[in-house]
């Protein structure tokens, strides 16, 4: 059974930094791309970033791009978002997801990490 955990949200003013986490278990099939989303209430869950797992070829939401960094360990398993000078749009529940290809579709995901950030 497939089993992301996100770890690294927290309540920031707006210009510090956090780093989430993502760590995955139990995947069998060969997981081609990963992604973090976010969400918040109302709105659709959007594309933050995503990577390939081999070549680690990304992508970025526009808001983003400068800010927002994201990496992965395949040894360990595990996913990281940094996300530097941060602003109060930022705020949402953000959400890791294993991913059919960089601009494919998410078929597995986290169980989110709050980010609030305050003016």
């Known amino acids: 059974q497939v089993q992301l955990v996100e770890s690294g949200g927290g309540s920031v003013q707006a210009g510090e930094s956090l780093k989430l986490t993502c760590t995955a278990s139990?995947?069998?099939?060969?997981?081609?791309?990963m992604a973090w989303y976010r969400q918040v209430p109302g709105k659709e869950r959007e594309l933050v970033a995503g990577?390939?797992?081999?070549?680690?070829?990304?992508r970025y939401e526009t808001s983003v791009k400068d800010r927002f960094t994201i990496s992965r360990d395949n040894a360990k398993n595990t996913l990281y978002l940094q996300m530097n000078k941060l602003k109060p749009e930022d705020t949402a529940v953000y959400y890791c997801?294993?991913?059919?290809?960089?601009?494919?579709?998410?078929w597995g995901w986290g169980q989110g990490t709050q980010v609030t950030v305050s003016s």
């Open positions: 990577i390939t797992t081999r070549s680690g070829m990304t």
């Open positions: 997801a294993l991913m059919t290809a960089l601009f494919g579709s998410p």
């Open positions: 139990g995947i069998t099939a060969r997981v081609d791309a």
